[in-house]
């Protein structure tokens, strides 16, 4: 659906639900509130699970891409006696650059190696990862899974990065499996939304909501948009 499509569908219903002299709004003041309308949709989607049912699978598709990071060295303080190998991904997770850029919601993770396209990376914390150190029936396998945990770097201005710890097989690269932005593709009148055409009329029904609350409660309105902008 295109901008202005969106803003004639939008104005219909905001006449409907407010009275006839609610002020109106700008291109600019749509586009803000299409965005934020995207944004809450979005965010409303991942947290049912995009595995939901099938109209979360195919709603925010268009953000949805993998990130491959070759960038790896060994590491030899996350071993046990069994022959395991550890190795530090080189990608910062909290960073700006990486968060906002790239992902801000990560839907799967895992390794590759150079004879396997795709092992399973199973979260651990670092309490597991000391009480199953050597424990032979709690360990890192291509079938059960490659261990992960992310840990503070020290040398690294306490970068928060991935260790991997694998049963010795070296692996090639680090995938994520992420959901950019939503505002990476705001709404307004140079750019149309580009989600999946299922939901564009919950975007819309969102928007009007917006729209009135805005005009109900300015200041909780501005408070609203700040709050989700962070997210």
Same mark, same amino acid.
């Given at each position: ?42 965010? !409303? =989607? ?6 939901? @049912?099938?109209? *979360?699978?195919? %709603?925010?598709?268009?953000? +949805? #891409? ?56 199973? !979260? =651990? ?6 009480? @199953?150190?050597? *424990?032979?029936? %709690?360990?890192?396998?291509? +079938? #059960? ?57 919950? =975007? ?28």
């Amino acid at each position: 659906m295109t901008f202005a499509e969106m803003r004639t569908e939008v104005e219909v219903l905001y006449e409907f639900v407010n009275s006839a002299n609610a002020p109106g709004f700008t291109d600019a003041e749509w586009g803000t509130i299409f965005t934020a309308a995207q944004r809450n949709v979005v965010y !409303r =989607i991942l947290n049912e699970g995009i595995a939901a @049912n099938a109209k *979360n699978q195919i %709603a925010i598709s268009y953000l +949805i #891409e993998t990130q491959t990071i070759t960038d790896i060295e060994t590491t030899t303080f996350y071993l046990n006696s069994g022959g395991t190998a550890a190795y530090t991904i080189d990608v910062d997770l909290d960073a700006d650059s990486f968060v906002d850029e790239e992902f801000f919601w990560i839907l799967d993770e895992y390794a590759s190696s150079a004879t396997l396209s795709r092992i399973r990376l199973n !979260r =651990i914390t670092f309490n597991h990862y000391q009480k @199953n150190l050597d *424990n032979p029936y %709690a360990q890192p396998s291509t +079938i #059960e899974g490659f261990w992960i945990l992310s840990v503070q770097d020290a040398t690294n201005d306490n970068t928060n990065r991935p260790i991997i710890i694998t049963d010795g097989t070296a692996i090639t690269s680090y995938n994520l499996v992420g959901v950019k932005h939503p505002d990476t593709y705001p709404i307004d009148d140079s750019n149309n939304c580009l989600l999946n055409e299922s939901i564009h009329s919950d =975007i819309v029904k969102e928007a009007v909501a917006l729209a009135k609350f805005s005009v109900d409660d300015p200041q909780g309105f501005q408070m609203a948009l700040l709050n989700s902008a962070r997210n």
